[in-house]
């Protein structure tokens, strides 16, 4: 194990110097296997982190280099010292450039309107229908289809724009559990000209 990669793995994880050479060390030197114990930290700390109160944070506004379309974030954290942090805010301006470039209508899923679910399973069963799906290979369809939504209209589902092996849900929690401190995303807008 060398230094570079340990280096490398903490530039593209944010975690610590310690946690990554336990964690290359844990996967025997597998740089993907190493990404990926540490993400399961980060969302076993999240998970830990869930009762916390977070009542400090930023609100982060991007602009689009072409001003036509801007997006706005509140980002909070359990302390003042980690909503001043450079990661914590690079995190809040990763998420706004998220919001701008995929669009998202909701932050999580249970933000859907039941309405729209079941327009969109009304829409699913029509498609299965004509390419001749019987009745209960639809209703396996379904939940997959309503999961392929999700990650397009719900923020938390979306594929990083920057890294698309990675979640938005993904990519906070891995801060959490760099950070070690309860980070939630508490509402975003989004204006486009």
């Known amino acids: 194990m060398d230094t570079q990669t340990i280096i490398k793995l903490r530039k593209q994880t944010g975690a610590g110097m310690v946690d990554c050479q336990k964690a290359l060390?844990?996967?025997?030197?597998?740089?993907?296997?190493a990404v990926q114990i540490l993400r399961k930290k980060?969302?076993?700390t999240a998970a830990k982190r869930a009762e916390r109160?977070?009542?400090?944070g930023i609100v982060y506004a991007y602009i689009h280099s072409n001003n036509k379309i801007g997006a706005m974030i509140e980002l909070r954290a359990e302390t003042d010292f980690v909503a001043r942090n450079e990661d914590f805010k690079q995190l809040a301006h990763d998420i706004a450039m998220q919001?701008?470039?995929q669009a998202a209508e909701y932050l999580v899923p249970e933000d859907v309107p039941e309405d729209v679910i079941a327009k969109e399973k009304e829409i699913y069963v029509e498609q299965l229908?004509?390419?001749?799906?019987?009745?209960?290979v639809i209703e396996k369809i379904i939940p997959g289809k309503l999961d392929k939504f999700y990650s397009d209209v719900?923020?938390?589902?979306q594929?990083?724009?920057?890294?698309d092996s990675v979640t938005i849900e993904e990519l906070i929690n891995e801060k959490i559990g760099s950070i070690g401190e309860k980070i939630e995303l508490k509402r975003f807008c989004r204006f486009e000209i």
Do not use: R, S, T, Y
Not at 53 to 56: K, P, R
Not at 129 to 136: A, I, R, V, Y
């Open 129 to 136: 229908k004509k390419e001749g799906k019987p009745e209960d």
């Open 53 to 56: 109160d977070a009542g400090e």
């Open 99 to 101: 919001i701008a470039a």
């Open 42 to 44: 980060g969302e076993a």
């Open 25 to 33: 060390k844990e996967a025997n030197d597998d740089f993907k296997q």
């Open 159 to 163: 594929p990083f724009v920057k890294d």
């Open 154 to 157: 719900c923020l938390l589902k």
